[in-house]
């Protein structure tokens, strides 16, 4: 039975197409967590002011976003962008979906945190005879992000785990890979879909249990009160 | 007499359409400490609050240490360094451990050397019996440890006046005696004080001079002794009535 699984993983380049996906996947993940990042703090801060126009346009956009599948706006991007003369890869589309998601969910996170810190915080610095500029760099900017890195983390996790939906676009990930060798290996191996499978299935829970219990670190860390 | 260290003068102060203060004048010596009392709503918070700057006034002037401190070139940075507040709440800042929280002000804003602001605040916290608790973070002290961690922090910064709103409003009550205990101390060490508070007995034992605030005015400014003994306004009687019926209703459950 073991033999079976290991001939799986060494027949052909097998090992390293499933390294390649997990590299797409990677790739796919980091790049729309940065972008999110990027785009999804000034937003936040946007939503956090005082302008309500702006802030209304940002909520739409974020409740719009919210509610769609994931696997809808990889499609309608995928196959309308083209029809409309833009030209991107699939690998970039899928890079494009993700952030437009990420940075809608980034930026609620940004506001929640901003928002969320009580106005006395504020007055105990002023008081102090802090300037408003210390008071957002020692007292607001601190507690901020103390507050957004767990939900950072977590929808990092999420971002993560979603990616396998690029399967769908034809994008050789890690899931698409697995099912490639699977459909090959198949044929003269039964198990080979469990141990493919089950393969990646660890990858997963490599990647995204250490960020995780990473999170939960940090919030027991910081916990205030 | 010692001097006038801060005279307020005509202070109006109305929150949109709502008056708050309606004319508040009062002088507070040198040394002295005023205790102001009154129903909820009275404005004896905002008072506070109009003196360091964290409520803009409508009208009226305050001058604090011979120059006038509020109109156009204000510098409440300045002033909030030598006025002191202490709040209901403690507002102890949760990210930053208890030595943090006390040299913020002087390192940052007075810029002073740290070797020797860190000298100042382990005097005062040793004062306050909280040396040993240098290190620890805001979440692990208890309500009346936070509030003295929050009176060194203002003391830090060596005020000239301090000011108190309601300082045990928040605490349990077995809490709310180690931080009067603190402030009766800074009292007889002659630090000039201005205390908002509904604690009758500490005010009667700590005061100067009561002031009575009720609907934005003072009804009446007295000695405790005097005030307590013989208001000579209805409204201070009234008010003090209410205190009575709950110290009478305590006595009669224990």
Redesign the interface.
């Known amino acids: 039975m073991l033999d079976s699984a290991l001939s799986v993983f060494t027949a052909g380049r097998n090992m390293a197409r499933l390294m390649e996906g997990l590299g797409v996947t990677v790739w796919i993940s980091l790049a729309s967590v940065g972008l999110s990042a990027l785009i999804g703090i000034p937003l936040g801060l946007i939503m956090a002011s005082p302008k309500r126009a702006a802030a209304k346009a940002i909520r739409l956009y974020l409740e719009t976003i919210r509610v769609m599948p994931i696997l809808v706006l990889l499609f309608l991007f995928y196959y309308s962008l083209s029809k409309v003369g833009i030209n991107l890869t699939a690998f970039l589309v899928s890079i494009l979906v993700f952030t437009l998601w990420g940075a809608a969910e980034m930026s609620d996170l940004v506001r929640a945190a901003v928002t969320s810190l009580?106005v006395?915080?504020k007055?105990?610095?002023?008081?102090?005879?802090?300037?408003e500029i210390?008071v957002s760099l020692?007292?607001v900017i601190?507690?901020a992000i103390?507050r957004l890195l767990p939900g950072v983390i977590n929808l990092t996790t999420r971002m993560i785990k979603t990616t396998p939906f690029v399967f769908f676009i034809n994008i050789p990930d890690l899931m698409k890979v697995g099912q490639q060798i699977v459909e090959v290996s198949g044929v003269r191996d039964y198990l080979a879909s469990v141990w493919v499978y089950g393969f990646i299935f660890l990858i997963y829970f490599a990647i995204c249990y250490p960020v995780s219990l990473f999170s939960r670190f940090l919030e027991n860390r910081?916990?205030?009160? | 007499m010692e001097q006038e260290i801060l005279i307020i003068r005509d202070l109006q102060k109305s929150f949109g359409e709502t008056p708050v203060l309606n004319g508040v004048s009062l002088s507070v010596r040198q040394g002295e400490v005023l205790v102001i009392i009154g129903p909820s709503g009275c404005g004896k918070s905002t008072l506070l609050r109009c003196l360091n700057g964290l409520e803009p006034i409508n009208s009226g002037e305050i001058e604090f240490d011979g120059k006038i401190i509020t109109g156009a070139q204000a510098n409440w940075n300045l002033v909030r360094q030598k006025i002191g507040m202490v709040f209901q709440n403690y507002e102890l800042f949760p990210h930053l451990n208890v030595m943090e929280n006390i040299l913020l002000g002087p390192l940052k804003v007075q810029k002073r050397p740290k070797a020797e602001a860190t000298e100042v605040a382990c005097g005062w916290l040793e004062r306050v019996g909280l040396l040993d608790r240098a290190e620890a973070y805001p979440r692990e002290l208890s309500g009346g440890q936070k509030q003295r961690v929050a009176i060194v922090r203002a003391l830090a910064m060596a005020p000239e006046i301090m000011l108190f709103d309601e300082v045990t409003a928040s605490l349990d009550p077995e809490m709310v005696r180690e931080v009067l205990d603190v402030m009766l101390s800074l009292a007889s060490q002659g630090l000039t004080m201005l205390i908002v508070t509904h604690e009758m007995g500490f005010a009667r034992a700590v005061a100067d001079k009561i002031i009575f605030l009720d609907g934005g005015s003072i009804v009446e400014s007295a000695p405790p002794d005097i005030f307590f003994a013989n208001p000579s306004t209805e409204r201070a009687r009234r008010f003090l009535n209410i205190f009575e019926f709950d110290e009478d209703k305590k006595l009669g459950v224990s």
């Open positions: 009580p006395h915080q007055e105990s610095g002023r008081a102090l005879g802090l300037t210390q020692y007292i601190p507690q103390r910081w916990q205030s009160g």
